[in-house]
């Protein structure tokens, strides 16, 4: 399934133990809802299947190679398909590396490289004081899609852990990082299943990326956090409870 992904070369005896048991794992999971997994370097296919994704959100300006610097270098996306061959569930991840990536959203780069002209900013973050400065090889996930006839059968909880095992296998990764809107930030379910250690407010009001209002949620990990997480996402995937 992602037997490629295991030919780049192994950094960290505990990363390529926590991976190998996960893809085992993940395998096993995608094989018993009857869906495949593609590992994908060419984020331009995530973007021609987001143009007509059914109830999707747009596309994300962040893993658009017309609007952000992305590359086979730096990003991929997870291509979750039924054996007939359609989509039904996809992830994109871009890596940013930056020594303060809160001054790269204020700045809007994060969605738009360079600005487009009028697009104004800075933002003016409000994160708490205690929001660690997350800096380094910082990881960023979004772009994520479920098909509807697939919603609610699990699959946000087993495509994002693992694709943060897999960017910390090929990018070494310091930190996990996503935002979360206000519509999303309501769903405790949909928090949990991404996974993040924290979700820590950050901006509100006017938006101009998506020319509206609305409120953000920065969602981040350390690496630490993201491998101590590692056995509860197994845990799942082999559909067992989870230790209390």
């Not at 061959?85 to 991840?93: E, K, S």
């Amino acid at each position: 399934m992602l037997d490629t992904i295991l030919e780049i070369g192994r950094r960290s005896v505990a990363v390529a133990t926590a991976l190998d048991e996960f893809l085992r794992e993940s395998e096993g999971w995608f094989s018993r809802q009857g869906l495949t997994l593609a590992y994908d370097e060419d984020i331009s296919g995530w973007v021609r299947h987001m143009r007509t994704a059914i109830q999707a959100d747009g596309i994300n300006p962040t893993f658009d190679p017309q609007r952000s610097p992305v590359s086979p270098c730096n990003s991929y996306w997870l291509d979750v398909r039924e054996r007939g061959g359609q989509t039904v569930a996809c992830i994109a991840v871009r890596m940013i590396h930056t020594t303060d990536f809160a001054r790269h959203i204020s700045s809007m780069r994060l969605w738009f490289d360079p600005l487009p002209p009028g697009m104004g900013g800075p933002l003016n973050l409000v994160l708490p004081p205690e929001t660690p400065v997350i800096s380094g090889a910082v990881a960023h996930y979004g772009g994520h899609w479920v098909h509807p006839s697939w919603r609610g059968k699990g699959l946000p909880g087993i495509l994002l852990p693992l694709a943060k095992m897999l960017t910390i296998e090929r990018f070494r990764s310091d930190w996990d990082t996503g935002i979360v809107f206000l519509k999303n930030a309501r769903r405790r379910d949909l928090l949990d299943a991404y996974g993040f250690a924290k979700a820590d407010l950050c901006y509100s009001g006017s938006f101009p990326p998506a020319n509206r209002e609305d409120t953000l949620f920065l969602t981040y990990s350390s690496r630490e956090q993201t491998l101590s997480a590692v056995p509860e996402a197994i845990t799942r995937l082999r559909g067992e409870p989870i230790p209390s």
